[in-house]
């Protein structure tokens, strides 16, 4: 099954970037808590140890197999439960990673609206993909659902084009 691809493109934080949106019938305070926790992060995405307080983390990414290595991120901003502004440096590559998480809630349901800086086109050919899968993932771990039914294959490379042509 090919899942349609949600991503737009826009300036963020004064980056292009790659922009998602995502509703949950749940109270801010839940999804934020899903976005920044590492432990309702660990089931979906990822986990982070270290101490937010001295401004960084590391992260691990724990659904792309074992060969991934943790990442650095710098907390540039942080306004529970509201806003979360981080970079990262991925090791062996040469970008600095701008991500802006920002929530709304209002009756009832709060939008997560998610953006990443993508520097060009092929490269945004496999970001694109990626976070309308995780996203999915956190939407289907926030509602309950097995996240192992959002299936990485469904995505990549389905939807490459469609990411590749808002930044070519």
Same mark, same amino acid.
């Given at each position: 099954m090919t899942i349609k691809p949600t991503g737009t493109r826009a300036t963020r934080g004064g980056h292009d970037s790659v922009v998602f949106t995502r509703d949950f019938r749940a109270p801010i305070e839940s999804v934020w808590a899903?976005? $920044?926790? #590492?432990?309702?992060?660990e089931r979906w995405i990822g986990t982070w140890t270290g101490d937010p307080a001295t401004g960084s983390v590391l992260f691990h990414m724990n659904a792309e197999g074992d060969?991934?290595?943790s990442e650095t991120f710098t907390i540039n901003a942080c306004e529970p439960p509201h806003r979360i502004v981080v970079t990262s440096t991925p090791e062996h590559d040469d970008n600095i990673w701008h991500f802006e998480l920002d929530l709304v809630e209002?009756?009832?349901?709060?939008t997560l $609206?998610? #953006?990443?800086?993508?520097p060009n086109a092929e490269l945004a050919a496999g970001v694109g993909p990626g976070w309308d899968y995780y996203l999915d993932r956190l939407v289907a771990a926030e509602s309950g659902v097995d996240v192992a039914t959002v299936v990485w294959d469904d995505y990549y490379p389905a939807q490459s084009v469609h990411y590749r042509t808002l930044f070519g």
């Open positions: 899903a976005i $920044t926790e #590492s432990d309702r992060l060969n991934v290595s209002r009756g009832g349901t709060t $609206t998610f #953006s990443q800086s993508v």
